[in-house]
Nanobody, 117 residues
């Protein structure tokens, strides 16, 4: 059983930056897909960014050019660098991992990000 632990959330002024980290209890090299999702109260969870094991990255349109996802297999950690934060980025951010080999998926507990003045 792999556990994902997010950190790095907090309160930041609009235009500011934060870096989220997702540390896995096991090797992330076995996961084809590592991703960040977010949820705003009253709305469905939304995909923010995906990093595949082949190096491909995908972003939702609203964060493209402002957010960067990266994975460090040596540290078993996935990062989400967020810049030029907007109030509409305020949400709970969740780390996600999926292995097509095992068919198993894992979620972190979430970390709150608030962009507000």
């Amino acid at each position: 059983q792999v556990q994902l632990l997010e950190s790095g959330g907090g309160l930041v002024q609009p235009g500011g930056s934060l870096r989220l980290s997702c540390a896995a209890s096991g090797s992330i090299s076995t996961f084809n897909t590592m991703a960040w999702y977010r949820r705003v109260p009253g709305k469905e969870r939304e995909m923010v960014a995906i990093a595949y094991s082949d190096g491909t990255t995908i972003y939702t349109d609203s964060v493209a050019g402002r957010f960067t996802i990266s994975r460090d297999n040596a540290k078993n950690t996935v990062y989400l660098q967020m810049s030029s934060l907007k109030p509409e980025d305020t949400a709970v951010y969740y780390c996600y991992a999926f292995s097509t080999f095992t068919g198993r998926a894992y979620w972190g507990q979430g970390t709150q990000v608030t962009a507000s003045s």
